[in-house]
Nanobody
Framework: LPLLESGGGSVQAGGSLRLSCAIS????????IGWFRQAPGKEREGVAV???????DYRDPVKGRFTISQDNPRNTLYLQMNNLKPEDSAMYYC?????????????????????WGQGTQVTVSP
C-alpha cells in the first residue's frame, strides 16, 4: 500500500505545519490510518489515528494542537499541527492497517500497522 507523506519543514515554536498522507490505489476510508513520530534516540510513538468511519483520537501531548482532516477527492489525509513545540521535532510517518482501529492506547501500537510511508521531517526551533 503506497503511502506518501509530505509537508514537513522547519518552523519556530508556536508555528504551524500541515502534513499530508497521500494513498494510492485504495480509499483511505478502507483503513485505520495512524500518524506516528520518531525523534532521534527515541522509540516511534503514536500521535493520532483516524478510523474508517472518520472518528479520530489524539494522544495527550498533541490534543488541542493537532487535527486530522480528510480530502476525499484527493484521497489524502492531513495532520494540521498548530502551536508547535520543540519537543514535537521528529520524523513523522503515516501508517495504515486494514482492520478497524483498536481502542484506547492499543490504537497506537506500532506493530499493528503493516503499511508505512517513508516519513517527513519536522523541526521546531525554540
Amino acid at each position: 500500500l503506497p503511502l506518501l507523506e509530505s509537508g514537513g519543514g522547519s518552523v519556530q515554536a508556536g508555528g504551524s505545519l500541515r502534513l499530508s498522507c497521500a494513498i494510492s490505489g485504495y480509499r483511505y476510508s478502507s483503513f485505520c490510518i495512524g500518524w506516528f513520530r520518531q525523534a532521534p534516540g527515541k522509540e516511534r510513538e503514536g500521535v493520532a489515528v483516524i478510523d474508517k468511519d472518520g472518528s479520530t483520537d489524539y494522544r495527550d501531548p498533541v490534543k488541542g494542537r493537532f487535527t486530522i482532516s480528510q480530502d476525499n477527492p484527493r484521497n489524502t489525509l492531513y495532520l494540521q499541527m498548530n502551536n508547535l513545540k520543540p519537543e514535537d521535532s521528529a520524523m513523522y510517518y503515516c501508517a495504515a492497517e486494514p482492520e478497524d482501529c483498536d481502542s484506547g492506547s492499543w490504537a497506537y501500537e506500532v506493530g499493528t500497522f503493516p503499511f508505512w510511508g517513508q516519513g517527513t521531517q519536522v523541526t521546531v526551533s525554540p
